[in-house]
T-cell receptor, first 116, second 115 residues
């Protein structure tokens, strides 16, 4: 079975500071991993994804994440937070099967607050 | 990326009535669509998966007679909440993908309030 754990339901950083949002997964088969961002009363926007290949993945808005199989982690980082980064962030896991992408399993989410 | 449009973005309905939510893929053919429900300050819960022309596959615990899903064309899926009650009030989000190898794109969500 697959699952996703996001450590910290709320993270607060100062503008310009490093952003680190933690995600650990459990999967019995090689996972596909995703980070999504959600602004209030809106749907989800894909930030980045890991499927195969390079373990350091760069996404939109300056975010990146590194797949670490030994740690079963896929933490999201951004070197310098901006006020516009304040939102809810979801880590999700899926895996490839014979038909392609399976359904997404989401973590509980982390609300990021950015202070001036 | 591809665009998925959900309509309406907000709806208020009276208890006992039915509400239909539409999910459209604007620039691609969505062979599969997913419907999620999101409670305040919580994660997304997958309700059902629908493939064009087939019956939807519902997740455990989701009432198929209450949440009717129709995926009659490659660009449109609908979720109908039948005989809505206040506890059905929630944020409903759809996502769609083109082919099994494609990633899924999300709609902007629908805020349903049952009074």
């Amino acid at each position: 079975a697959q699952s996703v754990t996001q450590l910290g339901s709320h993270v607060s950083v100062s503008e310009g500071a490093l952003v680190l949002l933690r995600c650990n997964y459990s999967s019995s088969v090689p996972p596909y991993l995703f980070w999504y961002v959600q602004y209030p009363n809106q749907g989800l926007q894909l930030l980045l994804k890991y499927t195969t290949g390079a373990t350091l993945v760069k996404g939109i808005n300056g975010f990146e994440a590194e797949f670490k199989k030994s740690e079963t982690s896929f933490h999201l980082t951004k070197p310098s937070a901006h006020m516009s980064d304040a939102a809810e962030y979801f880590c999700a896991v899926s895996f490839a099967f014979s038909g392609g992408y399976n359904k997404l399993i989401f973590g509980a989410g982390t609300r990021l607050a950015v202070h001036p | 990326g591809a665009v998925v449009s959900q309509h309406p973005s907000r709806v208020i309905c009276k208890s006992g009535t039915s509400v239909k939510i539409e999910c459209r893929s604007l620039d691609f053919q969505a062979t599969t669509m997913f419907w999620y429900r999101q409670f305040p300050k919580q994660s997304l819960m997958l309700m059902a998966t629908s493939n064009e022309g087939s019956k939807a596959t519902y997740e455990q615990g989701v009432e198929k007679d209450k949440f009717l899903i129709n995926h009659a064309s490659l660009t449109l899926s609908t979720l109908t909440v039948t005989s809505a009650h206040p506890e059905d009030s929630s944020f409903y989000i759809c996502s769609a993908r083109e082919g099994s190898q494609s990633e899924a794109f999300f709609g902007q969500g629908t805020r349903l309030t049952v009074v």
